[in-house]
């Protein structure tokens, strides 16, 4: 019995994340394996919003309040239940507390759709980030909760005191995670999502009530959500009010559209971006948050399907654009790019940048450069404009 091309392609894929954490586990450094933490968790996190924004079309700006409040709830389970054999069931805490807040949150949320929904999470975010002062025995007040996640026995056996048995459990449920967002995908309620999202009148007129539709996505992407929260706390074994901030949510917001809404692939991109550009580009320029923002703008003005989309167009040599003309294309205008926003922030702020031998540069030289680099990304950009408003 052969298996069918689908099949085949998922177990192959599945081999190659098994070994790629494995190898990681076994010959990565603390640092290594704290970025890699830090990715899947957020590929998680990902994958939830995916599903309420990417699949039901539901923008919110409050999906964190899932997220941080798992986190709560798994912080404090872990005080419960020190000395219990239930480790690697720990996420399931937070699981349960996403889909409670789904319950309890999401029903009146989603009566409404578009700009009323949006609005209603966003400020149903800021109501629950700013309760952390008013009940410091939950939220633990300014300082919020620290956590020990070795007091909870290993119902394997395992050493969690280690970094490299914690991103095993991490990449565990991550796949858990992935594995059923992929499966929703493919079921009746998954093709319902797509249809509210389309044509929400179209499917009203065919029986379907789009706010049960939209009550269900959200209370299995509050749950995923939920596992990503208890996830970070445990990784981290601390939890703050950031967690159920709207920096949070923006986050959340931003990797999944910048990695693609399309693609279950999309948010593991989205929040591989989002980790090294927090934790590797902000070690080493201070414009690390322009250059997050700038992408943003420029995916959603020009790639509004993320770098995955983009990647497939360009793969598929859509409108005579190779992928190898494209790829050279993107890495000459982000030189340039880097180039005028460092020589801009080293004359403006006085501060030498780590670009090679920009430090000795003249004042003259460096003025030079930065009209010479502007110049080139000013012109991209107006040929990009113009190529953009030509195919609409």
Known sequence: ?????????????????????????????????????????????????????????????????????????????????????????????????????????????????????????????????????????????????????????????????????????????AAGVFAVVRWLARTPFGLATLAVRENPQRVEFLGFRTATVRWVSCLVASALAGVAGALSALAYEMVTVDAVSLHTSANVLLMTVIGGLGSTVGPLIGATFLTVMQSVVSEWTRAWLFYYGFIFVTLVWMAPEGITGLWTTARRGREGVSLAKATAQALGFGVALVIFIETAYQLALGEPTRLPGWQSLPPAALQATLWVSGTVVALWMMRTLQRAEAVT
């Open 1 to 173: 019995m052969t298996l069918a091309a689908p099949a085949r392609s998922a177990l192959l894929w599945m081999g190659v994340y098994a070994v790629v954490m494995l190898l990681l586990a076994g010959l990565g450094s603390g640092f290594v394996l704290q970025l890699a933490t830090q990715i899947l968790v957020l590929w998680c996190f990902g994958l939830s919003y995916q599903l309420l924004f990417g699949r039901t079309g539901m923008l919110s700006f409050g999906h964190a309040v899932n997220f941080g409040l798992s986190a709560f709830a798994t912080a404090h389970a872990v005080r419960w239940l020190g000395g219990w054999p239930l480790y690697e069931v720990l996420p399931l805490v937070g699981a349960a507390t996403g889909l409670l807040c789904g319950l309890v949150l999401g029903f009146p949320v989603t009566r409404r759709s578009g700009v009323a929904f949006s609005m209603v999470t966003l400020g149903l975010g800021e109501l629950v980030a700013a309760c952390f002062l008013m009940f410091p025995g939950f939220f633990g007040g300014e300082a919020g909760i620290t956590l020990q996640r070795t007091r909870v026995g290993s119902l394997l056996g395992a050493d969690y005191g280690r970094a490299s048995a914690q991103l095993l459990l991490t990449a565990l449920w």
